[in-house]
């Protein structure tokens, strides 16, 4: 090949260890998500939303002449059909796996689940407050079967409003009562979309994007909120806590062990079984010097929050990792898991081992994973990849890694922000009314090929803090956040002085780790939180805040950036829009949406665009509450006093002077 990659090809990360390991994956031929996405051009037709195929009469493109389908469907129905089955599509995914968590919990109440028991249970308590479940004089496992029993009805529940929804501010819930949009159950809604958008049932795009809208708060304020709150309560609820990431974290004379995927169950039972001594001396005894866990994806994330376990790398880092020839085993649950893997492994000693009912992989090993025998599993599963050491061949490991900071939660938060007997987010508000904090961004989401990796993220992230904004993360973007050294204590540093100065005196980063992709909801609670304690409005859609998913790649990040939207928030999404081709579902999901519900949906390929809409939204809301102007030169003389200092200590240390005795 005489063609030179680097001056054709677009910039395929800004990952230094991804660089480096796709050098190698280049130089010995070995295709990855960055080689195919060069090879599969994206279809033009179903790039913007003008592809309809719901029925034998099509598959209908709306292009050029065409301005109907056979049907007479229109570019508006066809997009917004397109749309809400994205939104079903990623509901069912988040409250699938909340409605796991359930049945697990109702197997640990009644003694059904190896290994696994309520690790939280104030945080039992407060669900079952939220439930309107008894807990006076009862035994915990009375308890974890009521609110195991309540969450899976909000599943099937088919009349009436889910519990969550009054969780929301009371005019919110109000809102959503009067647009008819407040979710029943969250199967219903799901089964309702696909119903609406089946060939000839609801053909008016507003009506499908309110359905759309309905459908994905069952999802944020149902199966994801409830995918939290009961891993809260099964393995705790998350306490600061630090790690490294990157591939760097992967150990040349360990057993490495990679967990990918998005559920907890397996992951923490596997955190269990590499702690366990006979299994320690069991890789001894085959030469490696111990058994070295870390994740990829959301799975990552969930260990991470609570194990420190650290993670290797985000959604476009799975095939770098087997690529390194130095892990053992890759154990896989449900989502975001690529075929490649399968015909990847076959090329490297790597075993990929897939565990769910629901999910087998041509070419990965499958070990069906049963909650009755959790631990059991576990311990094969770790036994299996120890075996694996002896045929480890040559090996690559990319030395990059960064420190991190993670494990927050908006319990913490509270507790953080206003000590344990008067927790609260007044001193947060008021930084914010103050103008020391500008405003607050959530960067979530995933990474995306045919985008640079992490480049829309960090960029947008590094721009935020140095402008005052304080910024939460999960999922990949949190992912990125971390390899990247924004979840560091030295990011300190970067963020503007009124920021900095908040952060330093309530010791948060600039930037906070608040989980996986169904701990968005974590989000929803925080700045419901927030517009419920005063003096930023009455409701999210007052606040000057925004969500952004700068690379977003899956059904699962639409289903979100819908419910945050429904729930008042200016969501800005990256890469491009699904529904681009129609004016008329453009028009919706913004002027109308936001008529509807204070929210609003934006497709903008520029992060730097994404960056400015970002901060005029802000100071726009800021005007809107009579909140003084921003002004970057206002602050920082007061709080600064401690950096200088601290950053001279080693990181252990600096972390212990800021988060104190905290988190243990
Ligand atoms: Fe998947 Fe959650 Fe997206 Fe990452 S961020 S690529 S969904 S792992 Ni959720
Ligand atoms: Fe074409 Fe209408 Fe059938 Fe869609 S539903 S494929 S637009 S005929």
Redesign the pocket.
């Known amino acids: 090949m005489a063609k030179k990659k680097e001056n054709e090809a677009p910039v395929r990360s800004i990952d230094p260890a991804a660089c480096e390991m796709l050098e190698i994956a280049d130089a010995c031929g070995v295709s990855t998500v960055f080689s195919r996405v060069e090879e599969v051009r994206p279809c033009p037709i179903g790039l913007d939303g003008r592809c309809c195929k719901i029925c034998a009469m099509g598959p209908c493109r709306i292009t050029g002449k065409v301005t109907r389908g056979v049907c007479g469907a229109t570019l508006g129905t066809i997009a917004a059909r397109n749309f809400a089955r994205q939104v079903a599509g990623g509901t069912s995914?988040h409250s699938d796996h909340g409605r796991d968590l359930a049945f697990t919990l109702i197997a640990i109440a009644e003694g059904e689940a190896q290994g696994y028991g309520v690790r939280d249970e104030a945080k039992l308590y407060e669900v079952a407050g939220h439930m309107g479940i008894p807990t006076a004089d009862r035994e915990i496992n009375e308890i974890a079967l009521d609110v195991g029993t309540k969450a899976l009805e909000q599943f099937g529940q088919q009349r009436g409003e889910i519990i969550y929804v009054s969780r929301a501010t009371e005019k919110r819930q109000q809102r959503w009562r009067e647009l008819g949009i407040t979710p029943r159950g969250v199967d219903r809604e799901v089964v309702e979309t696909l119903h609406r958008t089946h060939e000839g049932v609801d053909l008016e795009a507003e009506h499908i994007l309110d359905h759309a809208m309905r459908t994905a708060l069952a999802d944020g304020w149902g199966g994801s909120m409830l995918a939290t709150d009961l891993s809260d309560i099964i393995f705790g609820t998350p306490n600061p806590l630090q790690a490294a990431a990157n591939l760097g974290v992967l150990k040349e004379d360990e057993v490495n062990i990679l967990v990918h995927?998005?559920e907890p169950t397996l992951s923490d039972m596997i955190v269990a079984a590499t702690l366990d001594p006979e299994l320690i001396e069991y890789a001894g005894s085959k030469g490696a010097k111990g058994i070295n866990l870390a994740g990829?994806?959301?799975t990552s994330?969930e260990i991470l929050m609570r194990h420190g376990i650290p993670p290797a790398g985000?959604?476009l880092h799975q095939e770098l990792a087997v690529l390194t020839g130095a892990v053992e085993a890759m154990v896989v649950d449900v989502?975001?898991i690529m075929q490649a893997l399968g015909e990847l492994t076959e090329d490297f000693h790597t075993e990929l081992i897939s565990t769910s009912r629901k999910a087998k992989i041509p070419g990965a090993v499958h070990m069906e994973f049963e909650e009755h025998r959790a631990l059991d599993a576990a311990k094969e599963i770790v036994r299996r990849a120890i075996d694996n050491y002896p045929n480890r061949g040559e090996t690559h490991i990319p030395e990059h890694k960064s420190g991190v900071v993670a494990g927050f939660s908006h319990e913490y938060l509270n507790y953080m922000l206003g000590g344990l007997y008067r927790g609260s987010f007044r001193p947060l508000n008021d930084a914010i009314m103050a103008g020391r904090i500008r405003g607050a961004a959530g960067v979530?989401?995933?990474?995306?090929a045919r985008v640079t990796q992490d480049e829309g993220i960090i960029n947008t992230i590094r721009e935020l803090i140095a402008n005052d904004v304080l910024v939460v993360v999960?999922?990949?973007?949190a992912?990125a956040s971390g390899k990247h050294g924004y979840l560091s204590p030295e990011m300190m540093a970067n963020a503007g002085t009124g920021l900095r100065e908040v952060c330093e005196a309530i010791g948060i980063p600039p930037v906070v780790h608040l989980g996986?992709?169904v701990d968005n909801t974590r989000i929803l609670t925080v700045l419901t939180q927030v517009a419920t304690e005063g003096g930023l409005g009455e409701d999210i859609d007052d606040l000057p805040a925004v969500g952004i998913c700068p690379e977003?790649?899956?059904e699962?990040?639409i289903a979100?950036g819908t419910y945050c939207v429904a729930s008042g928030a200016y969501v800005l999404f990256g890469v491009g829009s699904p529904v681009g081709a129609s004016e008329e579902v453009n028009h919706i999901i913004t002027e109308v949406w936001e008529e509807k519900v204070g929210g609003k949906l934006e497709f903008v390929e520029d992060w730097r665009e994404i960056v400015r809409r970002s901060l005029e939204h802000i100071d726009k809301k800021r005007a809107a509450l009579g909140l003084p102007e921003y002004d970057a030169s206002k602050w920082g003389r007061s709080g600064d006093w401690r950096m200088p200092e601290l950053l001279e200590l080693p990181l252990e240390e600096r972390i212990e002077a800021v988060y104190g005795a905290v988190g243990k």
């Open positions: 995914a995927g998005h990829i994806c959301c994330n985000n959604f989502q975001c979530v989401g995933c990474n995306n999960t999922g990949c973007a992912h996986s992709c977003y790649m899956c699962k990040a979100i």
